[in-house]
Nanobody
Framework: QVQLVESGGGLVQPGESLRLSCAAS????????ISWYRQAPGKQRELVAT????????NYADSVKGRFTISRDNVKNTVYLQMNSLKPEDTAIYYC?????????WGQGTQVTVSS
């Protein structure tokens, strides 16, 4: 049974950092492409970052390039999103995602609020 559990969100001030975690079970993260998405109030869910199976390739939305880093710990079967230099427009619920055999799996999300 595939499960994804996000954690690490919170309230921070502009310019600060957070690290989100996505703990996976029911599959092996190193064998699948894993993505982080976010959804702000009143907006569509948007893709933030992806890490390829094996971890050799990462991709980022233009809005977060140079500030966010996606990574994976194969021992802990966990994917991370390191977020630096946070801005108010990064405020959203962040979700991790994996697509396996044509089915999208999502975690419950973790709230990130950037405000002074």
């Amino acid at each position: 049974q595939v499960q994804l559990v996000e954690s690490g969100g919170g309230l921070v001030q502009p310019g600060e950092s957070l690290r989100l975690s996505c703990a996976a079970s029911g599959f092996t993260v190193r064998l699948d492409l894993i993505s982080w998405y976010r959804q702000a109030p009143g907006k569509q869910r948007e893709l933030v970052a992806t890490i390829s199976a094996g971890g050799a390739s990462t991709n980022y939305a233009d809005s977060v390039k140079g500030r966010f880093t996606i990574s994976r710990d194969n021992v802990k079967n966990t994917v991370y999103l390191q977020m630096n230099s946070l801005k108010p427009e990064d405020t959203a619920i962040y979700y991790c995602n994996v697509r396996r055999t044509g089915t999208d799996y999502w975690g419950q999300g973790t709230q990130v609020t950037v405000s002074s």
